[in-house]
């Protein structure tokens, strides 16, 4: 089957800007995370839902972020008056239903702030 | 805190050589851990993962192990070759992943 896919997969965006990135998690997964890689580093937790509600926000760096899964599916991370600092790649990943199950991971979308 | 660490940093090393990857965490608590292969400029590829009950886990020229009670895990690669170059990751799952921040190999021709 499909798996976790997202959209755009490259943006390019200026400072200031507002941005939306999407994942659409595998069918049937309930719990969807979101992780931040920057260049040389490991990916970073930002975001975990379980359903349609944020089960831990505790990664987001300030409230310029911000993430919704609204129908439990789909999710969208939002980023306002994007700085250059938020130049990254931004993962998402699915499991089944519980946080202990293994996540499967997106190709990511590499966002570029100029 | 957990706390995942990687080492080397980097490696390179001549075609043909078997060679260990390091990881270490720092709370046992984990539900599993997984080895990545990232190339440049892409998304992670799942390479081994091995859950909290196991001790490792194999797969063609590679091989994992987990040693929770010391919080190491290490990633054997067998003859190495150049399509081999990459960065590995290992992560362990929480609830979430603590990744490293990887090893870059490079196998020389």
């Known amino acids: 089957g499909a798996g976790v896919s997202q959209t755009p997969s490259n943006k390019v965006t200026e400072k200031g800007k507002y941005v939306e990135l999407r994942c659409d998690p595998i069918?049937?997964?309930?719990?969807l995370y979101w992780y931040r890689q920057s260049l040389g580093q490991g990916p970073e937790f930002l975001i975990y839902?379980?359903?349609?509600?944020?089960?831990?926000d505790s990664g987001l760096p300030n409230d310029r972020f911000f993430a919704v899964r609204p129908e439990g599916s789909v999710s969208t991370l939002k980023i306002q008056r994007t700085e250059r600092g938020d130049s990254a790649v931004y993962l998402c990943?699915?499991?089944?239903?519980?946080?202990?199950?293994?996540?499967?991971f997106g190709p990511g979308t590499r966002l570029l702030v100029l | 805190k957990q706390e995942v660490t990687q080492i080397p940093a980097a490696l390179s090393v001549p075609e043909g050589e078997n060679l260990v990857l390091n990881c270490s965490f720092t709370?046992?608590?984990?539900?599993?851990l997984q080895w990545f292969r990232q190339d440049p400029g892409k998304g992670l590829t799942s390479l081994l993962l091995?859950?909290?009950?196991?001790r490792e886990q194999t797969s063609g020229r590679l091989n994992a192990s987990l040693d929770k009670s010391s919080g190491r895990s290490t990633l054997y690669i067998a003859a190495s070759q150049p399509g081999d170059s990459a960065t590995y990751l290992c992560a362990v799952l929480t609830y979430k992943y603590i990744f490293g921040t990887g090893t870059r190999l490079k196998v020389l021709a």
């Open positions: 709370d046992s608590a984990i539900y599993n």
């Open positions: 069918s049937g997964h309930t719990a």
């Open positions: 839902f379980q359903g349609t509600g944020a089960a831990d």
């Open positions: 091995i859950q909290s009950s196991q």
């Open positions: 990943a699915s499991s089944f239903q519980r946080s202990s199950e293994t996540q499967y």
